[in-house]
């Protein structure tokens, strides 16, 4: 009787540790894009003052870094003509500086802004003739 516990012991000990029998773990399955769930929806209209807005803020990213390298060239653009006239002092040269970084950073933003209104405008006219963009939302 002993002997039968011993054995049985034995074979749930060579169950447990012995790796030949255990069984490979299931196969994770990849999932495919057609299989995940996606919604597709349509855009159909777009708040014309929104895209405006929001291309204006670009428009003056973008308008303040080309300002300072147009402010940049400009400055030594004047210090080199300075260098042949006087007419130009420091004070004439800082002031011309900031008018210009002013004025390409004003400019930047109205074009932004009147762009992104007429692209909008377009969008919406262009999207109730041909159908809206459509996106798969997952």
Do not use: W
């Not at 597709?40 to 895209?51: D, Q």
């Not at 006239?85 to 970084?101: E, H, Q």
């Amino acid at each position: 009787m002993h002997d039968d516990l011993y054995v049985e012991e034995d074979l749930q000990h060579e169950r447990i540790f012995n790796k030949t029998e255990q069984q490979p773990p299931e196969q994770i399955k990849q999932l495919h894009p057609e299989e995940l769930l996606m919604e597709t929806r349509e855009i159909r209209h777009v708040g014309v003052l929104s895209v405006a807005k929001f291309c204006a803020a670009i428009c003056l990213i973008f308008s303040l870094i080309s300002a300072v390298f147009s402010a940049l060239f400009l400055y030594f653009g004047i210090n080199v003509v300075d260098a042949y006239t006087t007419t130009l002092t420091l004070s004439n040269g800082i002031a011309a500086l900031a008018l210009t970084m002013l004025i390409i950073a004003v400019m930047g933003v109205i074009i932004g802004f009147i762009s992104g209104a007429i692209a909008a405008f377009i969008y919406n006219i262009a999207a109730g003739v041909f159908g809206g963009i459509k996106i798969d939302l997952a």
